[in-house]
């Protein structure tokens, strides 16, 4: 099956052109366009996406906003019959510059990741395929950006630390692992165990700390003070 993609951004171009370039790809198919964040939503509980390429910067409702109201716990901006079948769209932020200001919180709003705009079609594409696929696109400069967000908050916060005791050690391992940046991969090679098992572990980490993906789960590491900048 296709993975489905909606792209919202105010700029004409942008959209025409990222929709040429990911319509050429065979298992890709951009469903719909939108302007800004409040249109995008209304198109978003219309055609149920796998995926939204979402600007950051947009007039009436910004990407950020957008995206808030997109993957909040109980979205009130889709139809009755998208909540009920608890599919929530992957997002990744388009933008112009590798270091905006918005990293943090865009990640906290539940993005998967961040896109250049200026992003060669192989980039694009493959980018479409990680986040639907459940894992984080996060380039070496935006985690910087992150792990400099993280220093300036200083303290983590207690009572999101509690959940880690859900987690049995060698998930707290893996976890751990998964914010400093390593691919399961290379997570199964350090702890010399078979890449599905880490997969299998990261699942049940998703499910026992509520989490939406890979994104989701660093920014919460580093929040709670599981793993902090400096430490990698």
């Known amino acids: 099956m296709s993975i489905r993609v909606v792209i919202v951004d105010d700029q004409g171009m942008v959209r025409s052109g990222f929709g040429v370039l990911l319509n050429a790809q065979p298992d890709i198919e951009v469903v719909g366009e939108a302007v800004n964040g409040e249109e995008g939503l209304r198109v978003v509980a ?14 009436v409702m910004d990407g950020l906003e957008a995206t808030r109201r997109l993957l909040s716990s109980t979205p009130d901006t889709l139809e009755a019959s998208d909540a009920d079948d608890g599919v929530l769209p992957k997002v990744l932020m388009l933008t112009t510059f590798d270091l905006d200001d918005y990293v943090y919180e865009a990640l906290r709003a539940g993005a998967s990741g961040f896109l250049l ?3 060669s079609a192989t980039e694009l594409s493959d980018a479409v395929r990680v986040v639907a ?14 792990i400099s967000e993280f220093s300036r908050l200083g303290a983590p916060r ?4 509690k959940q880690l005791g859900e987690l049995t050690e060698r998930e707290t391992e893996v976890l751990a692992l998964v914010a400093r940046g390593l691919s ?15 997969k299998t572990h990261f699942g049940r980490i998703l499910m026992k700390l509520n989490l939406r993906d890979r994104a989701q789960a660093i920014v919460y590491a580093y929040e709670v003070g599981l793993v902090t900048p400096g430490s990698a």
Do not use: F, Y
């Open 133 to 146: 696929a459940g894992d984080a696109l996060l380039s070496p400069s935006i985690t910087k950006r992150l």
């Open 46 to 59: 219309a055609l149920r996406p796998d995926v939204v390429l979402m600007d950051v910067r947009m007039p």
């Open 117 to 119: 705009k200026d992003a």
């Open 184 to 198: 399961n991969g290379e997570i199964a090679e350090k702890l010399v165990v078979a890449e599905q098992t880490v």
């Open 158 to 161: 207690p009572p999101a630390r």
